[in-house]
């Protein structure tokens, strides 16, 4: 009985590795990034460097080490996505793919805030010193360059600002 059940739980570490190599991408860059967050939090920058450049190359997405976030930042279709080393993401941000978060010149160095629980959807552009405030959505490949007030949504090019329905 007893080497059956080693045997079984051989069988599940075998079958959890299987699962993470052959995960989605989705999977694969979330545990990335939970890693750099354990960089960070270790003050491991050279580690954190080398997983920023590695998401890079197998990824598209240009998450730099510099850049403020946490381990709840979500990563949907990761794949062209791009954050400035000045960004700040707030708990809980979901980008999906295509997105550019940065500067408006490349002589400022003045990078977007994001606040917590926000949305940012596909091709959307988010330059300059500005700040998106708690529980926006920004539509997709809406060009933001002014403040976004809380509970907002920004649609279109430039993006306009709509007040967010209450969900109840």
Same mark, same amino acid.
């Given at each position: 009985?007893?080497?059956q %059940?080693?045997?079984?739980?051989?069988?599940?570490?075998l079958?959890s590795?299987? *699962?993470?190599i052959?995960?989605?991408?989705?999977?694969?860059?979330?545990?990335? =990034?939970?890693?750099?967050?354990?960089?960070?939090?270790?003050?491991?920058?050279?580690?954190? @460097?080398?997983?920023?450049?590695r998401?890079?190359?197998?990824?598209?997405v240009?998450? &730099?080490?510099?850049?403020?976030?946490?381990?709840?930042? *979500?990563?949907?279709? &990761? @794949? /062209?996505? =791009?954050?400035?080393?000045?960004? %700040?993401?707030?708990?809980?941000?979901?980008?999906?793919?295509?997105? @550019?978060?940065?500067?408006? /010149?490349?002589? +400022? *160095?003045?990078?977007?805030?994001?606040? %917590?629980?926000?949305?940012?959807?596909?091709?959307?552009v988010?330059?300059?010193? =500005?700040?998106?405030?708690?529980?926006?959505? =920004?539509?997709a490949?809406?060009?933001?360059?002014?403040?976004?007030p809380? *509970?907002? +949504?920004?649609?279109?090019? &430039?993006?306009k600002?709509? &007040?967010?329905?209450?969900?109840?």
């Amino acid at each position: 009985m007893l080497a059956q %059940e080693g045997e079984l739980v051989g069988f599940n570490i075998l079958r959890s590795i299987y *699962n993470f190599i052959f995960s989605t991408a989705d999977r694969r860059v979330y545990f990335y =990034i939970k890693l750099m967050v354990l960089m960070k939090e270790r003050k491991l920058k050279i580690l954190g @460097t080398i997983l920023s450049r590695r998401l890079q190359r197998k990824y598209g997405v240009f998450l &730099p080490y510099e850049s403020k976030f946490d381990a709840s930042l *979500n990563l949907v279709h &990761p @794949t /062209s996505i =791009i954050i400035g080393s000045g960004v %700040e993401l707030g708990r809980n941000v979901t980008i999906y793919q295509n997105v @550019t978060l940065g500067r408006s /010149s490349a002589s +400022i *160095n003045a990078y977007p805030i994001i606040g %917590e629980n926000t949305i940012i959807y596909s091709g959307a552009v988010i330059l300059g010193s =500005i700040e998106i405030g708690k529980n926006c959505i =920004i539509g997709a490949n809406a060009v933001v360059t002014r403040d976004v007030p809380k *509970n907002s +949504i920004a649609v279109g090019v &430039p993006a306009k600002f709509h &007040p967010r329905k209450n969900d109840s």
